[in-house]
């Protein structure tokens, strides 16, 4: 409902579910029992178009919203950084594993890195974090 604007009954339907202690208090004429087809068509037609832009719009909001708070770390060939431990990790132990390299850069977000054993893993920029140095 929130998204699309409009109820899953109206959007398979075409038109709002009627109640039963709710009788209906209009009532059409049409001069050929096509017509009301072709009504209801165009109806259809117009509520999942206006229903497809409610829902771009809420990814839209939902993606401003998301940006705002987000970090967009850039990592280049050579740069030293800590690779995240995704299995095998319990609650008290480190979360990110020794320095790795940086030794090839498949997209801005996708890099191969290499260890000190010269063992080397794909991983996304969501899984490194940069190495300062201490000085």
């Known amino acids: 409902h929130q998204s699309t604007g409009f109820t899953p009954y109206q959007l398979a339907f075409g038109h709002q579910p009627s109640h039963p202690f709710q009788p209906s208090t209009s009532s059409f004429k049409f001069t050929k029992p096509h017509d009301y087809w072709t009504q ?14 409610n829902i ?21 060939l050579g740069d ?8 095998d990790r319990g609650k008290p132990d480190a979360r990110y594993s020794g320095l790795v390299r940086i030794v090839q850069v498949l997209s801005p977000v ?8 010269f063992q080397t893993f794909q991983v996304h920029s969501n ?5 300062y140095a201490h000085e």
């Open 40 to 53: 209801i068509v165009q109806y259809k037609n117009l509520i999942l178009k206006q229903a497809k832009h």
């Open 56 to 76: 771009i719009h809420k990814q839209q909001v939902s993606k401003r919203r998301f940006d705002t708070n987000r970090s967009h770390p850039q990592f280049t």
């Open 80 to 87: 030293l950084v800590w690779m995240k431990i995704l299995v």
């Open 110 to 117: 996708s890099f191969i890195v290499e260890d000190q054993n």
């Open 127 to 131: 899984n490194i974090k940069r190495v």
